[in-house]
């Protein structure tokens, strides 16, 4: 599907996972520490120019499109992404 979402998704370290996209291109992503604690790690797509950490995410750290960042128990955050065609 070129535009949707999923919901529900489960990672590793109790995190649930919803994800939206538009024009096969990333747009939000929900994240909830279920159980568990300890850092997130979340691989963003290529062509991201900005991420914005909306909720109780703390960031740790950027590199390599690798974003690094503490979510406690029972806390959730929304990635908003914008990539080079969301210009």
Do not use: F, Q, Y
């Amino acid at each position: 599907w070129v535009t949707g979402s999923v919901s529900g998704l489960r990672a590793r370290g109790g995190i649930e996972v919803s994800v939206s996209w538009n024009d096969g291109r990333l747009t939000s992503a929900r994240l909830r520490r279920v159980w568990g604690e300890g850092e997130v790690r979340v691989m963003l797509p290529p062509d991201t120019d900005t991420v914005k950490i909306r909720g109780e995410g703390e960031l740790l750290g950027l590199e390599d499109r690798i974003l690094r960042m503490r979510l406690p128990k029972g806390g959730a955050c929304t990635l908003l992404v914008a990539t080079g065609t969301d210009r």
